[in-house]
């Protein structure tokens, strides 16, 4: 199922699953009186409709070869394993992904020394300071 959001400046970000590209593309064509032109770089793709609509599509672990849209659809449904990287304060997580599943991953969390929501004995010198 596609996601779609709002985007600054109008218009709006659809989020497609590889597997339905094709048919989003075919139904956008259909809703819009056709596809009239395709243009592309290796970083995205973009169409004009017959009524002026346009939709840009961004290649993901591009860069792709040749820029029209059977190439791009062709080059989503490649089978991809990545590495993933979460780093947040207090803890980190990795691990590998194939095809959207977590084949393996690790998580750790640390000890954040000092933090405290009272705030600590520099904080209480400064107090001192502006009391006189």
């Known amino acids: 199922m596609a996601k779609a959001r ?3 400046g109008g218009g709006r970000a659809v989020e497609v699953p590889p597997e339905r590209l094709r048919g989003w593309f ?3 064509s259909a809703s819009h009186g056709g596809i009239v032109t395709t243009a592309g770089t290796p970083h995205e ?3 004009t409709a017959a009524d002026g609509t346009t939709a840009t599509a961004t290649v993901p672990f591009g860069p792709l070869e040749e820029p029209s849209l059977d190439a791009l659809v062709a080059h989503v449904l490649v089978p991809r394993r990545i590495a ?3 780093v947040r304060l207090g803890g980190h997580s990795v691990g590998i992904a194939r095809d959207g599943r977590v084949e393996v991953s690790r998580t750790d969390r640390h000890l954040v020394h000092g933090r405290s929501a009272a705030g600590g004995w520099s904080q ?3 107090a001192r300071r502006r009391a006189g």
């Open 6 to 8: 709002q985007v600054a």
């Open 26 to 28: 075919e139904r956008f």
């Open 45 to 47: 793709i973009g169409v």
């Open 84 to 86: 993933l990287l979460l």
């Open 124 to 126: 209480q010198r400064f």
